[in-house]
């Protein structure tokens, strides 16, 4: 119930609301999150090159017509050219978001330091780690020592049924805190690692769980009550902590996707202007003609990198913006009758 990263094996599970989770493969993990960026854009610019001689092998494409190569140079040019204004446009836009005047940067870091003393107090340290991953980390044990918590609770709850599923609900959780838990702390963790990890955590189905058990229960004690309400208080901040730090690591994202834009966007513009130079003019070719495919092919792989490496950033980013699009407890992929919670409107309102 809690993470939904599986271990590559691509067998399918199901968590505590009934919901079918299948485990990706670690090579589409790989592609989609967990890669380094400029390791997929240079994987795919040697497929691109091998395609490009693959297709000169078979006879399917040809590098003798001087006219059609230098008209696809061109467009080369005027490509990579609106592309690299594009992506400074974008990191304009992201640089903007910065600019706010004391007031408004006041208040943005009030709230930053509103959420700290929160966790700080909740968790009870003196103060919050400043690094990411410690503080997921914070909040991931939190999250599992008040699910045990809430288990031992209602151990006594005169409900039978209702004792036995909030068992299962609270063991649900602890299982998906300890697999965040264990994840966040390889010893190799950075903090993207990090956020991928909160990322996977589903906290905002717990939430819902919670509150689901907590309002369902014909009646609580104290103590139960107190179990429950501690335990949504450390899922709150998690959740707060996710979008937190999103939004941190996709403004860091974006703006390293920029610059390395402008540094490949050079070389690619150089690669494009050389390729109707190597046809030379009335002096003929400028290199052997065995070469010209092999070199041809080569400058125009240079010229395909950053398009290459938009989509490698477009993946991450748009991975990362979807699987954490939704605020609160939400379950696109559920049936509406999956899950152990019947919910229908009885035409009753409390006071």
């Known amino acids: 119930m809690g993470s939904s990263a599986g271990d590559g094996s691509g067998a399918s599970s199901e968590d505590f609301f009934g919901v079918q989770r299948k485990s990706r493969s670690r090579a589409v993990q790989w592609v989609l999150i967990d890669g380094d960026r400029l390791v997929l854009t240079a994987c795919g610019a040697v497929l691109v090159y091998l395609f490009l001689i693959g297709l000169h092998a078979a006879d399917a494409i040809s590098f003798t ?34 600019f706010s005047p004391a007031g408004e940067f006041r208040d943005r870091f009030s709230g930053v330091r509103t959420f700290r003393q929160d966790v700080a107090d909740m968790t009870g340290v003196p103060a919050t780690p400043a690094e990411p991953t410690r503080m997921l980390e914070l909040i991931v044990a939190a ?7 809430l288990a031992d609770a209602v151990a006594d709850h005169e409900n039978e049924e209702y004792r036995s599923l909030v068992t299962r609900y609270a063991d649900s959780v602890a299982a998906g805190a300890e697999r965040a838990d264990e994840r966040l702390n390889r010893v190799d963790v950075s903090a993207y690692d990090a ?5 996977e955590y589903k906290e905002g189905v717990q939430l819902y769980g919670a509150r689901h058990l907590q309002n369902d229960a014909a009646e609580l004690s104290e103590r139960e009550a107190a179990a429950f309400d501690e335990l949504v208080e450390a899922l709150q901040l998690f959740g707060t902590a996710q979008a937190h730090f999103k939004t941190i690591y996709l403004q860091r994202e974006l703006t390293r996707f920029s610059q390395l834009t402008v540094y490949l966007g050079l070389p690619a513009i150089l690669a494009a202007s050389l390729i109707p130079l190597i046809y030379g003019d009335l002096g003929g070719l400028a290199i052997d003609a065995a070469y010209l495919p092999y070199v041809t092919s080569l400058l125009a792989t240079i010229v395909f990198v950053p398009l290459l ?9 748009a991975t990362l913006t979807r699987r954490t699009a939704e605020i609160g407890p939400m379950v696109p992929q559920k049936d509406p009758d999956e899950g152990p919670f019947e919910v229908s409107y009885d035409g009753e309102r409390s006071d």
Not at 143 to 149: G, K, Y
Not at 195 to 199: C, R, T, Y
Not at 309 to 317: E, F, N, P
């Open 309 to 317: 490496l938009l989509g490698a950033y477009i993946l991450r980013t």
């Open 65 to 98: 017509n001087a006219n059609s190569v230098t008209r696809m140079a061109s467009g080369m040019i005027a490509g990579t050219f609106s592309l690299v204004t594009l992506v400074v446009s974008v990191n304009q836009l992201i640089l903007s978001q910065e």
């Open 143 to 149: 999250i599992q020592d008040r699910a045990d918590t």
């Open 195 to 199: 956020l991928s990890a909160a990322v």
